[in-house]
């Protein structure tokens, strides 16, 4: 049954490229293994079934075998142009659970143009959250309510005004923190907006609060209406556990809200480590079609997984900067069109003394969120924004974080209690 391996076959440039690792199953050769995958994912099953020429032509191809490296081309008439549910119920569905496979990981997607015009892409962007914030060029500095949950309505704005009056950007709920007894979603944006007003006046800087939407999708929409009826410009949502209906729905009501999308990626690595699974690029870029204007892509320095080539690798597809054209798939700059590029989000065990490295990995054009590495601070919230933004402030200036620690106290403190490198 090896009719769907064609290493000759030349690609349409209207067919999905599927990179897969696969490790196959014992005793089965990793040719078997990718015919398997090739039609359990487009048109076959198991075993032999009759269909007509006119079926046959939709089948997906392995064009390539390289090691346990494969590619698969799919016709793209296999899928609903705008649906992303269905479409990873093809490439990213029954297959990773085939027992001809061992171990299998969708590695890298490169979208035809008719599906990514099918989605609607982000509202912002980096330059738009850039203008919508009013920093041009240094990183923008975000914290997390902390701790994660449990401070009632009032406690949670007055630890975001702190946060804000120390100098962070924006202030974001934590990602399981939605509608609890403890914590009431209007009253926690209600509260959190006036103390930002109230900040914003003190300090003459733009500050943004990002609200937790995440629930189920009617839900969701109500509370995504209710930020923007309370003069909100942001909404988070945890994009994998809402799923991708969920977050295309609310990208849908966003084209009349006109809000900020924050994609926090709680859970994806269950699926994203090891070679089992997708791969965070593949999450980002599916993030990115749908259209969030920021998301969460990993520190390298911090204190979740993610090694240096990939968290700069996925910074690079949803900023598309120095895109390694050896590296993507995704060929030609102009790849994404008119897809704006995403804001990648740098947060996990972050604290001042990691600043200068994280910046010298990832560049300017990120986001770097730091909860426990402001609330944790010795002198308090206030002090850790300040920190924070000190440390910022001295790598725009090239300065070392010693150095400057010396004239910056609240620097200086958070140096001695967490180190740097
Ligand atoms: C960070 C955080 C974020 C993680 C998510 C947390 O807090 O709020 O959810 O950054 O990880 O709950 O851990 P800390 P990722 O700054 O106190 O670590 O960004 O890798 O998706
Ligand atoms: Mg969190």
Redesign the pocket.
């Known amino acids: 049954m090896a009719e769907y391996i064609d290493t000759g076959y030349e690609p349409r440039a209207s067919d999905l490229i599927c990179e897969f690792y696969v490790k196959p199953a014992k005793g089965i050769s990793v040719e078997e293994a990718a015919n398997h995958i090739a039609a359990e994912s487009s048109i076959g099953t198991w075993t032999e079934i009759r269909m007509s020429k006119k079926i046959k032509e939709m089948k997906a191809r392995v064009f390539e075998i390289d090691g346990n490296w494969i590619k698969i081309a799919y016709p793209s008439i296999l899928f609903e142009p705008g649906n992303m549910p269905q479409i990873l119920s093809s490439i990213a569905g029954n297959i990773f659970g085939m027992k001809i496979v061992e171990k299998l990981r969708l590695e890298d997607v490169r979208w035809p143009k008719d599906i990514m015009k099918s989605f609607k892409g982000p509202r912002f962007g980096v330059n738009g959250v850039r203008s919508l914030i009013k920093v041009k060029n240094r990183p923008l500095i975000g914290?997390?309510v902390?701790p994660?949950i449990g401070l009632n309505e009032g406690k949670h704005a007055k630890v975001a005004y702190e946060a804000w009056c120390g100098g962070v950007d924006i202030v974001?709920d934590?990602?399981?923190l939605t509608n609890q007894s403890f914590n009431h979603f209007k009253k926690r944006v209600i509260m959190t907006l006036k103390t930002r007003e109230k900040a914003e006046k003190e300090t003459g800087e733009r500050k943004m609060y990002m609200p937790n939407v995440s629930a189920e999708v009617h839900e969701m929409e109500k509370r995504a209406k209710f930020v923007k009826e309370s003069g909100g410009e942001y909404i988070m949502v945890d994009i994998i556990t809402v799923g991708w209906a969920g977050l295309q729905s609310i990208r849908n009501l966003n084209e009349e809200l006109g809000m900020v999308i924050h994609a926090?990626?709680?859970g994806?690595?269950a699926f994203t480590r090891g070679m089992h699974g997708i791969s965070m690029i593949v999450v980002a870029d599916i993030a990115r079609l749908i259209g969030v204007d920021q998301i969460?892509?990993?520190?390298v320095v911090?204190?979740?997984?993610?090694k240096q080539d990939e968290v700069v690798r996925i910074r690079e597809e949803i900023e598309e900067r120095f895109v390694d054209e050896e590296k993507s798939m995704h060929r030609l700059a102009e790849y994404w069109g008119n897809i704006k590029p995403v804001f990648a989000?740098?947060?996990?065990?972050?604290?001042p003394g990691l600043v200068s490295k994280l910046i010298e990995i990832m560049g300017n054009d990120i986001i770097i969120?730091?909860?426990?590495?402001?609330?944790?601070h010795p002198l308090g919230t206030k002090a850790g924004a300040k920190a924070m933004r000190q440390a910022v402030d001295a790598v725009m200036n090239n300065i070392p974080l010693k150095e400057y620690a010396k004239e910056h106290k609240e620097l200086g403190v958070a140096l001695n209690k967490w180190g740097f490198i």
Not at 302 to 306: C, N, P, R, S
Not at 345 to 351: N, P
Not at 369 to 374: F, L, P
């Open positions: 914290t997390i902390k994660k974001k934590d990602e399981n926090h990626r709680a994806h690595a969460h892509v990993g520190t911090g204190k979740m997984v993610g989000v740098c947060s996990g065990g972050i604290h969120q730091a909860g426990g590495g402001i609330h944790g």
